[in-house]
C-alpha cells in the first residue's frame, strides 16, 4: 500500500506563489508516476502535472507550462509543486496521486490540500 499526505496550500492573492508537498510513505517502489490534480469548483478534476519515477521525466498540462513545477525531494519520497503567477481559476483542491502503470492510471489518492486565490 501507499500513503499519500498532501500538504502547503492557502490563501493568495492572484500573481503570488505556493509550493506544494505531497509526502510518500510505503510501498513507493511500486509507483511509477506521482501526479498532481486540481478540482476547481463546478468542474471535473484535471490533472496538472507529474514526475515519472524511474527516469524522473517530467509532465505538466498546457495551462501551467511555465507557471508551474514539479520536483522530487530526497528518496524520491517527496514530490513538490511549486507554482508561480498564481490566477484565480487555479483556485481548488489540489490532490497528489500515484500510479502503478500510466498517467492515466491512478490507484493511490492523498486527501487534498485547499488552494485559495483571490484576485
Known amino acids: 500500500q501507499v500513503q499519500l499526505v498532501e500538504s502547503g496550500g492557502g490563501s493568495v492573492q492572484a500573481g503570488g506563489s505556493l509550493r506544494l508537498s505531497c509526502e510518500v510513505t510505503?510501498?513507493?517502489?511500486?509507483?511509477?508516476?506521482i501526479g498532481w490534480f486540481r478540482q476547481s469548483p463546478g468542474k471535473q478534476r484535471e490533472a496538472v502535472a507529474g514526475?515519472?519515477?524511474?527516469?524522473?521525466?517530467?509532465w505538466d498540462s498546457d495551462s501551467v507550462k511555465g507557471r508551474f513545477t514539479i520536483s522530487q525531494g530526497n528518496f524520491k519520497r517527496t514530490v513538490n509543486l511549486r507554482m508561480n503567477g498564481l490566477k484565480s481559476e487555479a483556485t481548488g483542491m489540489y490532490y497528489c496521486?500515484?500510479?502503478?502503470?500510466?498517467?492515466?492510471?491512478?490507484?493511490?489518492w492523498g486527501r487534498g490540500t485547499q488552494v485559495i486565490v483571490s484576485s
Open positions: 496521486a500515484g500510479s502503478r502503470n500510466s498517467r492515466t492510471d491512478t490507484n493511490f
Open positions: 510505503g510501498a513507493i517502489h511500486s509507483l511509477n508516476y
Open positions: 514526475i515519472y519515477s524511474f527516469n524522473s521525466q517530467k
